[in-house]
Protein backbone atom coordinates (compact mmCIF):
# COMPACT_ATOMS: atom_id res chain seq x y z
CA UNK A 1 0.00 0.00 0.00
CA UNK A 2 0.94 3.45 -0.55
CA UNK A 3 -0.43 6.84 1.71
CA UNK A 4 -0.09 10.29 -0.16
CA UNK A 5 -0.48 12.98 2.10
CA UNK A 6 -1.38 16.66 0.47
CA UNK A 7 -0.15 20.10 2.38
CA UNK A 8 0.66 23.46 1.58
CA UNK A 9 -2.80 24.45 0.10
CA UNK A 10 -4.32 27.96 1.06
CA UNK A 11 -5.87 31.37 0.05
CA UNK A 12 -3.92 33.67 -1.86
CA UNK A 13 -4.21 36.60 -3.75
CA UNK A 14 -4.16 36.62 -7.50
CA UNK A 15 -0.10 36.42 -8.85
CA UNK A 16 0.53 34.84 -5.42
CA UNK A 17 2.19 31.85 -5.18
CA UNK A 18 1.83 28.58 -2.96
CA UNK A 19 3.91 25.14 -2.92
CA UNK A 20 2.24 22.32 -2.24
CA UNK A 21 3.49 18.91 -0.67
CA UNK A 22 2.56 15.23 -1.10
CA UNK A 23 4.46 12.95 1.43
CA UNK A 24 4.81 9.35 0.09
CA UNK A 25 4.69 6.63 2.34
CA UNK A 26 4.25 2.76 2.28
CA UNK A 27 5.91 -0.62 1.68
CA UNK A 28 5.54 -0.34 -2.22
CA UNK A 29 6.72 3.47 -2.12
CA UNK A 30 9.58 2.96 -0.02
CA UNK A 31 10.99 -0.29 -2.88
CA UNK A 32 10.90 1.79 -5.49
CA UNK A 33 8.10 0.34 -6.97
CA UNK A 34 6.49 3.57 -8.08
CA UNK A 35 7.00 4.93 -11.22
CA UNK A 36 5.27 8.49 -11.64
CA UNK A 37 3.62 10.93 -9.41
CA UNK A 38 1.28 13.55 -10.63
CA UNK A 39 -0.98 16.28 -9.51
CA UNK A 40 -4.60 16.99 -10.79
CA UNK A 41 -7.07 19.28 -9.58
CA UNK A 42 -10.90 19.81 -9.33
CA UNK A 43 -12.52 23.12 -9.52
CA UNK A 44 -16.82 22.79 -8.43
CA UNK A 45 -18.55 21.09 -10.83
CA UNK A 46 -15.87 20.01 -13.64
CA UNK A 47 -14.07 17.10 -14.14
CA UNK A 48 -10.65 16.45 -12.32
CA UNK A 49 -8.04 17.39 -14.53
CA UNK A 50 -3.88 16.42 -15.27
CA UNK A 51 -2.04 19.48 -14.15
CA UNK A 52 1.76 17.96 -14.17
CA UNK A 53 3.41 14.39 -13.62
CA UNK A 54 6.96 13.49 -12.80
CA UNK A 55 9.17 10.19 -13.28
CA UNK A 56 10.78 8.41 -10.67
CA UNK A 57 14.01 7.45 -12.21
CA UNK A 58 13.98 10.13 -15.58
CA UNK A 59 12.73 12.57 -13.82
CA UNK A 60 10.88 13.80 -16.81
CA UNK A 61 8.47 16.28 -16.65
CA UNK A 62 5.24 16.84 -18.19
CA UNK A 63 2.91 19.79 -18.10
CA UNK A 64 -0.33 20.60 -18.97
CA UNK A 65 -0.81 23.60 -21.06
CA UNK A 66 -3.14 25.82 -18.87
CA UNK A 67 0.00 25.55 -16.22
CA UNK A 68 2.96 25.64 -18.59
CA UNK A 69 5.67 28.31 -17.35
CA UNK A 70 3.56 28.74 -13.95
CA UNK A 71 3.98 25.95 -11.97
CA UNK A 72 6.75 23.41 -11.38
CA UNK A 73 7.14 20.08 -9.87
CA UNK A 74 9.79 18.80 -8.46
CA UNK A 75 10.73 15.92 -6.08
CA UNK A 76 13.12 15.00 -3.35
CA UNK A 77 13.76 11.09 -3.02
CA UNK A 78 15.35 11.34 0.35
CA UNK A 79 11.96 12.30 1.54
CA UNK A 80 10.10 10.66 -0.39
CA UNK A 81 8.10 13.92 -1.70
CA UNK A 82 6.80 15.34 -4.40
CA UNK A 83 6.44 19.20 -4.23
CA UNK A 84 4.42 21.47 -6.87
CA UNK A 85 5.63 25.00 -7.17
CA UNK A 86 2.60 27.21 -7.95
CA UNK A 87 3.36 30.76 -9.96
CA UNK A 88 1.23 33.62 -10.71
CA UNK A 89 -2.02 32.12 -9.51
CA UNK A 90 -4.92 33.04 -11.30
CA UNK A 91 -8.71 33.36 -10.05
CA UNK A 92 -9.24 29.90 -12.55
CA UNK A 93 -6.46 27.64 -10.35
CA UNK A 94 -9.27 28.01 -7.69
CA UNK A 95 -9.39 23.71 -7.29
CA UNK A 96 -8.94 21.22 -4.80
CA UNK A 97 -5.77 20.13 -5.83
CA UNK A 98 -5.07 16.26 -5.55
CA UNK A 99 -1.33 13.94 -5.58
CA UNK A 100 -1.40 10.75 -7.57
CA UNK A 101 0.71 8.10 -8.02
CA UNK A 102 0.97 4.84 -9.95
CA UNK A 103 3.56 2.13 -10.66
CA UNK A 104 2.85 1.61 -14.73
CA UNK A 105 1.43 4.16 -15.67
CA UNK A 106 2.45 7.85 -16.77
CA UNK A 107 0.23 9.42 -18.58
CA UNK A 108 -2.50 12.12 -17.88
CA UNK A 109 -5.57 10.38 -17.56
CA UNK A 110 -6.78 10.57 -13.39
CA UNK A 111 -8.39 6.59 -13.68
CA UNK A 112 -5.36 4.91 -14.03
CA UNK A 113 -3.56 6.07 -10.94
CA UNK A 114 -3.87 3.66 -8.17
CA UNK A 115 -2.85 6.06 -5.54
CA UNK A 116 -4.48 9.58 -4.20
CA UNK A 117 -3.98 11.72 -1.41
CA UNK A 118 -7.03 13.52 0.41
CA UNK A 119 -6.82 16.53 -2.00
CA UNK A 120 -5.58 20.27 -0.50
CA UNK A 121 -7.91 23.27 -1.12
CA UNK A 122 -6.53 26.03 -3.31
CA UNK A 123 -8.21 29.30 -3.52
CA UNK A 124 -7.59 32.52 -5.90
CA UNK A 125 -9.08 35.65 -5.18
CA UNK A 126 -8.93 38.07 -7.86
Known amino acids: QVQLVESGGGLVQAGGSLRLSCAAS???????????MAWFRQAPGKDREFVTS????????TYADSVKGRFFISRDDAKNTVYLQMNSLKPEDTAVYYC????????????????WGQGTQVTVSS
Open 100 to 115: AADRAYDGRDSFPYDY
Open 26 to 36: GRAFSRYTIYT
Open 54 to 61: IKRGSGTT
